[in-house]
């Protein structure tokens, strides 16, 4: 775990790699809470039987919002911005799903500070983030992510 002081750091690492995430596991059980929770039942995901037989993949496959969506629990297990009273996701500016998350994989993320200023009464940060498949030269998915921080007054 990395731990960063404080926000204004950050203004000296602007398109430096701050940390990588350990990898974590895409079972059938967490793609299957997904389409649960999303109503995303397409047989892609949810059913290894068929998709054994008809996905090009031969296997289930991860949802692109489910892997997209593991980018919170990633950088909370990457590094502890001090002092924070809170952090809001304040929304995406771009993202891409360059590759599939075939079940079983392990997936990870590599975090890059892009951009960094006060907004809103907080601290605005862009991130780069890339996240990888294990054993995979390619990744699965790019995206810039927009987190607004709150510090703690006291």
């Not at 950050?10 to 596991?25: A, P």
């Not at 951009?115 to 907080?122: D, K, L, N, R």
Request: glycine residues 6%; hydrophobic residues 40%.
């Amino acid at each position: 775990m990395i731990d960063i002081p404080d926000l204004s750091s950050l203004k000296d690492r602007i398109g430096q790699e701050i940390g990588v995430s350990d990898w974590i596991e895409i079972t059938q059980e967490r793609i299957n809470q997904f389409a649960d929770a999303t109503d995303d039942q397409q047989w892609i995901h949810t059913d290894p039987a068929r998709a054994a037989v008809e996905s090009p993949f031969r296997t289930t496959i991860a949802h692109g919002f489910l892997t997209m969506s593991l980018v919170s629990v990633l950088v909370r297990r990457t590094f502890n911005l001090s002092r924070l009273r809170m952090a809001i996701n304040y929304g995406l500016n771009k993202v891409r799903f360059v590759a599939p998350v075939p079940v079983g994989s392990r997936v990870r993320a590599r975090f890059v500070p892009a951009a960094i200023e006060e907004s809103g009464g907080g601290v605005q940060v862009i991130w780069n983030v890339t996240m990888e498949r294990e054993g995979s030269d390619k990744p699965v998915c790019v995206l810039e992510w927009v987190v607004r921080y709150y510090v703690n007054r006291n």
